[in-house]
């Protein structure tokens, strides 16, 4: 049965402190993010918009601690990325980070249902993970349970990406332009359930997005311009 977060975990969701990115090497130095600040709390859906170049995927990266910033502080449920070692690094984005990728990003050769098996396996959190058939059925998607990637429409893979970056029972989850290769109705759909999800299990949630047509759905939108990251107008 589905249950709820649990009281034990203690969640205060994502923040970013004056968090600056640079990529390149001397004259070829560009600021792929500058003095950003960015606080996203357990339940709540953020969208990220602005143009190609701007800094959005960077700002995945660091969120998500592939990447070290420059400068700034980078804290999920109150715990500093920053002084982590690369292998505590890595399995903090095991145990605690949900990656929602453009297409669902899913294995070519495993079902709907072995795709968040996969995931529950080499997950630390015994306790805490999520059973992959009952997700499944809370996306809609258990009666194709047994299908592969190819068989599955663009909107159906989405839906089991989502349910394979939260079997892990993440504190935190990003979202990278979900509806890219959907159409209107299909992208709306898919967005509608990651605000769903993201109140039930209570993750906070960062979205990519160029698709204006979906940000009714989140609580905030935020607009990065040059690096630099403001309240969208």
Sequence with gaps: MST???DTEVRTGLALQGVTLRLGDGENTVTAL???DLIVRPGELVAVVGPSGAGKSSLLAVAGALTTPDEGIV???GRDIGRLSAKQRAQHRRDH???VFQSGNLLPSLTAVDQL???SNISKKRTEKRDPKELLAEVGMAHKADRRPHQL???ERQRVGIARALVGRPS???VDEPTAALDRARSHEVVQL???ETKQWQVATVMVTHDHDVIEHCDRVMEMIDGQLSPAK
């Design 75 to 77: 804290t999920i449920d």
């Design 97 to 99: 980070i949900g990656f």
């Design 172 to 174: 935190l989850l990003l």
């Design 4 to 6: 709820t977060a649990t």
């Design 34 to 36: 500058d003095n950003v």
């Design 117 to 119: 098996r996969l995931v």
């Design 153 to 155: 429409s663009g909107g």
């Design 194 to 196: 990651l605000a769903q």
